[in-house]
């Protein structure tokens, strides 16, 4: 009943201002366009690089609607933005345009990358080096704090980015469920981060992440062994040991015959190419600034 006399209420007032004369009324319409905000240099690079070959909005303004209230996050920096594009750009889209084909990134990768200036933090003291939503949206945090060194850049976004690629590839099509069975029983959920890297491994497991459930195992077996070298790898599989480094082996080759029956892609090939291009970046062999 109460609405029902605030409208009448509303309806009077209305009729009211009905009967007044035009010339009482401001002739400027208060639902005119606003001008949309100048786009800069950046915004339109983005828009030749980003948003017209992949159909990606990259978002360096930290928008509300795009941030996590659960952290207390800073905006990323212009110049950090516009390096950290370039990298991604070069080392993350090209590399699997270059192996599968430009249709096949354009399709699959998330089409929203939203860049956050400092790093979001967890109760429980670990660093959220990355979120992934439904294969639609990636962000990235402590873009303020960039280096152009391969552990880096591997660390803090190659190998997140990487990881959640994976998630969405598997959500696409399925990978054999055997992968599921191998470590039964020894995934310790939300507990991970108490393990050791040097335990991790020798349990049959690539990082202390992978220990949280199957399918964060099999993504960070895919992304640890696309952004580092085959030397590393080796090392890794020596510090296992025998009984360790035969239960990681036989999760990557579930994972190589994955890429390759689903996706036509050789993880050793695709391997190759991410070092190549993260060398350049390194090197220097990559302009970082330009726009043009």
């Keep these: 009943m109460k609405k029902y006399i605030f ?24 639902f005119e366009d606003q001008p949309a905000s100048e786009q800069n240099d950046f915004d339109r690079w983005i828009l030749a690089n980003y948003t017209m070959p992949y159909n990606i909005s990259l978002k360096y303004h930290m928008e509300d609607i795009e941030s996590d209230h659960d952290y207390t996050l800073a905006p990323a920096d212009f110049d950090k933005s516009v390096s950290l594009a370039h990298i991604v750009k070069y080392a993350w889209l090209e590399a699997y345009d270059e192996v599968a084909g430009i249709d096949f990134t354009r399709q699959y990768v998330p089409k929203v990358l939203h860049l956050i200036g400092s790093a979001a933090y967890e109760d429980n003291g670990t660093m959220v080096l990355g979120t992934a939503e439904g294969g639609l949206k990636v962000t990235l945090y402590l873009v303020n704090s960039l280096q152009i060194s391969k552990a880096f850049l591997n660390q803090y976004y190659f190998k997140t980015m990487h990881h959640e690629f994976a998630h969405i590839l598997h959500q696409t099509k399925n990978y054999d469920t055997d992968y599921d069975r191998i470590s039964e029983g020894l995934y310790v959920s939300g507990d991970w981060y108490q393990q050791r890297d040097a335990d991790a491994l020798k349990k049959g497991f ?20 696309i952004t580092n070298t085959a030397e590393y790898w080796e090392n890794q599989m020596k510090s296992a040991g025998t009984s360790g480094a035969a239960i990681i082996t036989q999760k990557l080759n579930i994972v190589k015959a994955y890429m390759k029956t689903a996706w036509n892609i050789d993880m050793d090939e695709l391997r190759d190419v991410v070092q190549r291009r993260m060398d350049d970046v390194v090197d220097g062999a990559i302009d970082l600034n330009s726009l043009n």
Aim: glycine share 4%; with cysteine; charged share 20%.
């Design 206 to 225: 690539i990082s202390p992440y992978a220990m949280s459930e199957p399918r964060e195992d099999i993504a960070e077996v895919t992304s640890i062994y």
């Design 7 to 30: 409208m009448l209420g509303m309806a009077a007032s209305l009729l009211s201002l009905s009967s007044c004369g035009e010339d009482d009324l401001n002739p400027k319409s208060i």
